[in-house]
Each structure stands twice: as structure tokens, then as C-alpha cells.
């Protein structure tokens, strides 16, 4: 087994699942789901979800396994994550990401036709294709469960587990290719957006790369 820890880099995956978890329009549930249709109203009125997580990719295919410890915010449009000593930040359509190993800055833009991250893009067909229900548990916390057969969704599953207070604790997920994505999320809670939250802040002698002009 590979094993690789703590790079930004190995975020994308928790990336494509918030994203797709957290976005308001993202997922539609077709049953009563009151905790479920809570949580995204979260989003919908600007509150930002905040935690300490745990985040573990299982690559089926190569035995690979990323682990990513962090910090994260996650907005109705935006996110931001630290881990270690790196930190990204996404607003909007631009991305930046401040990698602390080689001192540098690199921003870049969404483009949905070359994008495989680009929210517009993964977000395509996932309202109707996920049949979503939810159960309360003995110990006071509820499990949501989403399914999808369809074969262009990203994932074929995900089940969310919220405390008694509707925060998400956990998260686990299986992609088209079984591969396994587990979020562990610790002090979770839902705060206020205050100015400057998602600010993006880097040492002054970071070299900058604008791969925007490449474009």
C-alpha cells in the first residue's frame, strides 16, 4: 500500500465531495427528510460550516491511500481548508492554493469544459439521479443515505452521519469505481460569515504564479 499524509494536493477528493454535499442545489431528496432539507438550508442562509477533519482516499485500483488532516470553512460558494502548513482557498470561479514546501502561491480559474473539479460540472444530472433517505439512530444522531444508479454521477453512494444537533460528524462515500472516500469531521459546527473569514493571507516573499495568463 501507498501511503501519502498531510498534502494539499491530496484534497481534491474531500473537495469534490463537499462540493457536491454542501452545494444548496446539489442534491434533491425525493422522501421526507427533515435533517437533510435542514443542513442544506445552513447553506442556503450563508452559514459557513466549520471543523477539524480527517479525511482518508482509498484508490481500489492501486492500493494508494491519502490521508489529510485539516482545518476546514465551507461556504454556500466558497471553502477554505488548512492543513499543516498549506492552505487553499476557493471563492467563487478562482482558486487559490499557498504551498508552504516550495513558497508559493499558484491561482488558477475554473474553465467547466477542462475542469473535472469545476462544481457546474460535477453537479450535472444529480438532482434526479440520487434516491436520498435518512434515519434517526439510538444514539441520537441521524444517518442519510444517498444512492445513485446512474453511471455518470461521481459517486454511487454517500451516507452522511449528523450528531443530535444536525452537524455532520462523518462522512463515507464510494465513487463509480469503488474507490473510498471517508471524512471524519471533529468540533464541527455552523457559524456566522464574518468579514475577512475567507481571506487569503501568504508570507510576502511567496513567489506568485497566475495561471490564469496561460489561459
Known sequence: MIFLKNSIYNSYPLILLLLFLFQPTAVSAQSDTPQFDLL?????????????????????FTGEQQLTTGTI???????????????????????????????????????EEDDDFAPSRMLQGVDESFNVSEQPLENGQTVIRMVSEDPFSIFISVTIYLDNSGVPVRIEALDQVDNELLTTFNNGRFIDEEEGLFEFNYPEDAEWIDLRHDI
Open 40 to 60: 442544506k438550508s445552513q447553506f442556503e442562509s450563508n452559514r459557513v460550516f466549520f471543523a477539524e477533519f480527517t479525511h482518508e482516499y482509498n484508490d481500489t
Open 73 to 111: 470553512w465551507v461556504g454556500k460558494d466558497k471553502y477554505k481548508m488548512n492543513s499543516g502548513s498549506n492552505f487553499m482557498l476557493v471563492d467563487n470561479d478562482i482558486s487559490r492554493v499557498y504551498d508552504s514546501t516550495k513558497n508559493r502561491v499558484i491561482i488558477s480559474e475554473y474553465i
